[in-house]
């Protein structure tokens, strides 16, 4: 990627502004929450979701959280239980992110959930974000805003420090009150499961006994077509779907320009597409191993693994 010149303003209208003209220009920008700084973009705009992933430097594409004002969009987006309900009216605002089923015409890029058919929401409490959130009028993905492996940012000069050069702005409005990650839960069949332990105790959310909390990239989070797929494809055998990039034509196509952006942008979306496609097989042109395409590939590469 190329380096950005990456601003500091202090939060005000004039920051908020910048902030809000930047996120629906589809660029993702740093602004904190009561729990870690946030790298924010338009959660409907899957470019925008994309270049989190670029700035961060992740190689892998786990789901992120989505940011929205209140109960009601969520309401909008997700089918929330009446568990979920509750909790969402006793801790939100606030450091509570609740997974729940997507709403068919939610808007939510398939990137944001990494194609799975849940979505992890969260209604902040901080200022900050509470008036992005005003600002842009629409949802906000949000994963905290540092480069892949490292810790968590409190400040605007974490967020400095890993970012410098990748993102063009970040709001400065000091520490953040919390400081821990937001504690998730998800619902299901009236019964809560703790995803990821964080600031608030939810008495009856249950980490699951035998095994480890499921949030942070497991694999039983992860969405992988049903049908087979082979990588690496110059062209496509008989029964084979072939999802194409850059110079390779396939049925269907990554980036033709052979972007990568735009390949992280399409990647759940022509997955889910091969899958429902007449094809009995899925075939996947090569994608460069660089920047974002890591990512693409490590996505692939646990779709392929035999299961
Ligand atoms: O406090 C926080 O939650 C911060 C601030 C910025 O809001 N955000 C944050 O986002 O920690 P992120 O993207 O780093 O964490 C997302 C976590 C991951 O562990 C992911 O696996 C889980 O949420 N997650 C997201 N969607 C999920 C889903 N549909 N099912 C299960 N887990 C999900
Ligand atoms: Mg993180």
């Known amino acids: 990627m190329s380096r950005l010149q990456t601003h500091v303003l202090s939060f005000a209208e004039q920051a908020i502004d910048e902030a809000a003209r930047l996120i629906l ?5 740093a602004v904190p929450t009561e729990t870690v700084y946030g790298l924010a973009a338009d959660a409907t705009n899957a470019e925008a979701v994309a270049r989190i992933y670029e700035a961060k430097g992740r190689p892998s594409f786990n789901p992120l959280i989505v940011h929205i004002l209140n109960i009601g969009s969520a309401r909008s987006i997700a089918d929330l239980g009446p568990v979920s309900l509750e909790l969402a009216e006793t801790h939100w605002p606030g450091p509570l992110t609740i997974v729940a089923p997507l709403r068919p015409g939610s808007g939510i890029a398939p990137l944001v959930t990494a ?4 979505v992890a929401l969260r209604v902040p409490a901080h200022r900050a974000m509470r008036a992005l959130l005003k600002a842009v009028r629409r949802p906000l993905a949000a994963p905290s805003a540092n480069l892949s492996g490292a810790i968590s940012p409190t400040r605007a000069e974490h967020v400095v420090r890993s970012l410098d050069g990748r993102i063009p702005l970040i709001v400065d ?9 937001s504690t998730i839960v998800a619902e299901t069949d ?18 699951r006994p035998d095994g480890p909390l499921e949030a942070p990239g497991q694999l039983a989070s992860h969405y992988a077509p049903a049908k087979p797929l082979r990588l690496g494809a110059s062209e496509a055998a008989e029964d084979e779907f072939l999802i194409g990039f850059a110079g390779v034509e396939g049925d269907s196509n990554l980036s033709d320009r052979g972007d990568l952006v735009e390949a992280a942008s399409r990647l759940f979306d022509l997955l889910h597409a091969a899958d429902a496609s007449d094809s009995a097989k899925i075939a996947v042109a090569p994608v460069p191993d660089q920047g974002l395409g890591a990512a693409i590939n490590d996505r692939l590469r646990r779709a392929a693994a035999p299961r």
């Open 25 to 29: 220009e589809g660029e993702p920008v």
């Open 173 to 181: 409005d000091g520490a953040c009150p919390g400081g821990i990650e």
């Open 115 to 118: 194609g799975l058919a849940t």
């Open 190 to 207: 009236g019964k809560l499961r703790l995803l990821r332990r964080g600031p608030l105790e939810i008495p009856g959310a249950e980490a």
